[in-house]
């Protein structure tokens, strides 16, 4: 069961999963050994599932993102699937439900990087982009 101490940690780790025990434990009244044991119970029940970063692609050279939704032609959603993690534009991937299969957030340098993974999805079905002008909320 998660309680409110546990949200507020949650909060934190969210916004800098860095925070240490000692400085979460001064957010929400506890030592930091307490702490620990709740983020510790928080892992374990799979509440927390991972730590990660967010990276500035545009400072890693890619400067355009888009969303691509794939409409996957009969047979190919196997295939389509499997191949994913072999794409390092694709940050994020979904199997959605409605008219498209894979709904997909990607990293791409330019237009002509752009133009050549589309040409790699139209193995598979059709897909349809859209460029990402800006985040409104993280």
Not at 114 to 119: E, T
Request: charged content about 30%; proline content about 1%; glycine content about 6%.
């Amino acid at each position: 069961m998660v309680d409110s101490t546990d949200r507020i940690i949650i909060k934190c780790l969210e916004e800098n999963a860095r925070t240490s025990f000692a400085e979460l434990g001064r957010m929400v009244s506890l030592t930091p050994s307490s702490v620990r044991e709740r983020v510790k119970r928080l892992e374990d029940s799979g509440v927390i599932r991972k730590y990660t970063i967010e990276v500035d692609s545009a400072q890693l050279g890619f400067g355009m993102e888009a969303f691509i939704v794939v409409k996957l032609r009969s047979g190919t959603l196997k295939s389509f699937t499997s191949l994913i993690d072999t794409w390092d534009e694709i940050q994020e991937a979904y199997r959605i439900t409605g008219e498209h299969n894979i709904q997909m957030r990607v990293v791409l340098k330019d237009q002509l990087h752009l133009q050549s993974f589309i040409d790699e999805m139209l193995k598979y079905g059709d897909p349809t982009t859209s460029l990402i002008l800006s985040k409104v909320k993280a």
